[in-house]
Each structure stands twice: as structure tokens, then as C-alpha cells.
């Protein structure tokens, strides 16, 4: 009996509703191994990689790189044995129905195969998430998995890291068995690299890739295009101001729509105010020393936020179509600046963490994004979000909410002003401007006002941070 198996567009946390096909990491008529990467698919912010669960061969890639988005559950590609006749796999694609979730597992009626013992000289005993693949790799050649960062879902251990692990640090990223054309060698590049790089006569061999795993990307080819413009002197006579015109890649459409979608749809509105910090400037310079920390003012108003949200549980919600949803912890999303673009991570349970704690998983998430690694897990929910652009010197903006949250916070940059004191004289504070956009739908005036009232309150008698 031949077995047909169907590709779809997975489904990745509960907003995602649609990807692309970054590249693909094997040709039709290629045969796969379980662990091995398949393709790369992108959504509006992640790329991710996927592994095969089984050992078949990609008998239709009904899909190619570099296409628009798909909704999950499209047909991506058909898997079978060699005993698949062509005119099965027509009658499988055309009575198949899409289904809204992944279907690379092992079907229903045939149970997935049994691990097979590894021939290794050690074995791993580990808690960590890592692929059987990966796990059989590193115990045959002896692989110390304790120093690799996952790279998979959730920071699952794949089977590519391992194999780079084995190779080293200054090596290239592993790339598919993909059949390249004579003379090129297998580079690991996005499909708009590769595209950019042969526009400009750039050779992707000399750039050192940025992206998730070593992947050169567009940005790595734009700054050698910057770098060497000079060089072949590509002056413009006065009066004569060409551009250079950059399509937007997949992820920066997806934002591009994401935003738009939630600026017309969402009635916004906005409280804005300033609070005095300089309690809190006081406190975190001698808490950090008790704490043997290095918590940002940012981190302190993630607590701040925190527990203003676990007092006022009307502002900490999402919004699905006309269901409120509301949650007791506080699961706050913080906007950091990442190679793709801004990506909002969230701090779990906020209200649940000291300072100290708070400023750790902030600097892992910012790291993560910095070198493309976040996980659907470090960016899936989200209760709240903050936005800080007070580093950039902007003294107060509106943000746009990350639906469906509710509200977003964002805050400026502190700045010395004049004030009254209590005894009706004249002195200075460091003032922090804060704006908090709503979504008026599901979320009340006087709601958002007294949530407001308590940030101010646990901002400006910061003690209460510590209770």
C-alpha cells in the first residue's frame, strides 16, 4: 500500500493566520530523513524551520519560494514513498480539503515509529527539548549540547544545530541538500539576498550572514551595496537624485498590514499625563546594588505596569472579534528593535517577578531578537505591551496597539522640568512622559483613567514595587 501524506501551512500560536515559503530546503523528487529540514516559513516576524517527522520523499512542491502568503492549512507540498504512482498523488491533491492546522505529524491511523536505539558511546540525559535526530547526532559523536541555543520552537535543539555545533562556530550554517546549479556553492542566503546580490555583482561567499542561524540576508547585502558605492564612484550631478528602490520583503508586509488592519478597525484613544521619577531613579540606583542587578528604568516600569494591570484586570485583556478575554496574570510585551523589525517578546507573569528577575528575561528576549532567535513561545499572547523610545530622546508619542491587546503604553524620555512643590515653591524634577492608547470597544474611559492614577501612584512611591 503507497503512503500519501499531505504538507500544509502550520499553525504557530493563536494570532498567526498565514505564511510564506521562505526557501525550500530539498527539490521535488528528493528523499528526506526525520530531523531533516524541509523548508523555512515566515510569518510577521519569525522565520522558522521544518523538520521532517518521518523518513518519505517530496513527490509535489505545489508551492515556491518566494510566493505571496498562504493561509494555514493551504496545500504546501505532497509527500510518498517511491511506489506512489503520479496519477495517486493527482487524485490525493484534488480530493483534499485544507485543514486549519499542521499536517506533517504521523497520521491518525498509523503510529509513529518507535525511537531507535543510538549507537552512541554515551548517553545524553537531559531535560532540555531537543529532536530525536539532533539527540541521536550529539550522543554518537559526542557532542556536548549544554553550550547550543535551540534554535527550533520553543528553543528546541535541532538537528542542524547539533551538525553545527560539530562544525564549529566559525563555520556556515547548514543548508538542505538542495541541488544548486554548477559552480555555485551551497550558500546559506534568503532567497532576496541572492536576488540583490546579483543585481549589485556582490559574492554572497565574502558577506558573514546575520540572520537566524548565519542566514545572510537583505540587510547584510545592502550594507555591502552602502560600503562599496563609494568605491566605484556612483556620483550624481547636482540637481540629479535618483532612488534606489527596495521592495518590502514578506515580513515587513505582514507588519505593513498587521498595523493598518488594527488602526482602522480598533477605535483608538489616549490618556496622556507625566509622572515624577526621580523616587524611582533613587530607589533603582540603590536596589540594583542590593539586588546585584542591572535593571534598566525600563525594567522597573514593566513592574510598575504589572502590577497597576493585576489591580485594574479591566485594562489587562485581548479582544477576539465580540469576546472579551481577561486574565489575573500579567503577561506584558515589550517592543524591541530586531533585524526583521519590531518584535514585541512578553515577559510572563510580570506581576509575579522581582526585579531582578524581570531584568533577566528582558535582556534574554532583547538578545534573542537581536540575533533573530525568538520562538513563537517568546512572542505568542501577550496581555499588555509597552513601547519606549525615551532612549531616542522622543519626548512622547502614541503607539499603535498590539491587537488584539487591549492597550499599549508608551513613554518617553525623562527630562529635568520645572515644578511646584507642596510649600508653593519653585524647584526641578525628572519627568517621565507616558501616553496609553486604548481600545475604546472593550475598554472604558474612567477604566483606563484609574489604571493610569495607580501607574503614577506605584511610579512616584516606588517602595510599593518591592511589596
Not at 529635568?416 to 519653585?426: F, I
Request: glycine share 8%; hydrophobic share 45%; aromatic share 4%.
Amino acid at each position: 500500500m503507497t503512503d500519501i501524506r499531505p504538507f500544509c501551512m502550520p499553525k504557530w500560536g493563536i494570532e498567526m493566520t498565514e505564511g510564506t515559503i521562505a526557501e525550500w530546503m530539498i527539490d521535488e523528487g528528493q528523499a528526506f530523513t526525520r530531523g531533516q529540514t524541509l523548508c523555512l516559513i515566515e510569518t510577521a516576524k519569525i522565520t522558522n524551520e521544518v523538520e521532517a517527522e518521518f523518513d518519505l520523499v517530496l513527490r509535489r512542491r505545489l508551492v515556491e519560494a518566494g510566493s505571496e502568503a498562504h493561509p494555514v492549512g493551504t496545500l504546501l507540498g505532497i509527500f510518498g514513498d517511491a511506489g506512489a504512482s503520479d496519477a495517486e498523488i493527482d487524485a490525493f491533491i484534488a480530493a483534499f480539503r485544507p485543514a486549519n492546522t499542521a499536517v506533517t505529524a504521523q497520521p491518525a491511523d498509523k503510529p509513529a515509529p518507535a525511537d531507535v536505539p543510538a549507537d552512541a558511546p554515551a548517553k545524553i540525559n537531559t531535560n532540555r527539548a531537543i529532536s530525536r535526530e539532533a539527540l541521536r547526532l550529539a550522543e554518537a559523536e559526542g557532542v556536548d549540547i549544554d553550550p547550543i541555543s535551540g534554535s527550533g520552537r520553543n528553543g528546541r535543539i535541532t538537528h542542524q544545530d547539533v551538525v553545527r555545533a560539530l562544525r564549529g562556530p566559525a563555520s556556515p550554517a547548514l543548508r538542505g541538500p538542495a541541488v544548486l546549479p554548477d559552480g555555485e556553492v551551497a550558500i546559506y542566503a534568503s532567497p532576496l539576498a541572492r536576488r540583490l546580490a546579483a543585481m549589485h555583482g556582490i559574492d554572497l561567499s565574502s558577506l558573514t550572514g546575520t540572520g537566524p542561524r548565519g542566514r545572510i540576508a537583505k540587510a547584510d547585502v545592502l550594507a555591502r551595496v552602502s560600503a562599496i558605492a563609494p568605491a566605484r564612484g556612483e556620483m550624481f550631478a547636482a540637481g540629479h537624485n535618483p532612488p534606489t528602490i527596495e521592495p518590502m520583503d514578506k515580513i515587513r508586509k505582514l507588519v505593513a498590514r498587521k498595523v493598518t488592519e488594527t488602526k482602522r478597525d480598533v477605535p483608538h484613544f489616549y490618556l496622556r499625563m507625566t509622572v515624577d521619577i526621580d523616587a524611582l531613579l533613587a530607589l533603582r540606583k540603590t536596589a540594583n546594588l542590593v539586588l546585584g542587578t542591572k535593571a534598566s528604568l525600563n525594567d522597573y516600569l514593566v513592574r510598575a505596569v504589572a502590577l497597576a494591570l493585576v489591580r485594574h484586570p479591566g485594562v489587562n485583556i485581548q479582544v477576539h472579534g465580540d469576546n472579551i478575554h481577561r486574565f489575573a496574570r500579567a503577561d506584558v510585551a515589550i517592543a524591541v528593535a530586531a533585524p526583521s523589525g519590531l518584535v514585541m517578546p512578553v515577559i510572563r507573569s510580570a506581576d509575579l517577578m522581582r526585579i531582578d528577575q524581570i531584568a533577566a528575561a528582558s535582556r534574554a528576549l532583547i538578545d534573542k531578537a537581536g540575533t533573530g532567535r525568538l520562538s513563537y513561545a517568546d512572542m505568542d499572547g501577550g496581555t499588555f505591551s509597552i513601547s519606549n523610545l525615551g532612549m531616542f530622546g522622543i519626548d512622547q508619542f502614541d503607539a499603535i496597539i498590539n491587537a488584539p491587546q487591549g492597550a499599549i503604553l508608551a513613554i518617553g524620555a525623562a527630562a529635568r522640568a520645572p515644578m511646584e512643590r507642596a510649600d508653593n515653591s519653585l524647584g526641578f524634577a525628572t519627568r517621565l512622559a507616558l501616553s496609553l492608547s486604548v481600545d475604546h470597544r472593550a475598554i472604558d474611559g474612567a477604566a483606563a483613567a484609574r489604571f493610569m492614577a495607580t501607574l503614577r501612584e506605584l511610579i512616584e512611591s516606588p517602595e510599593a514595587l518591592f511589596a
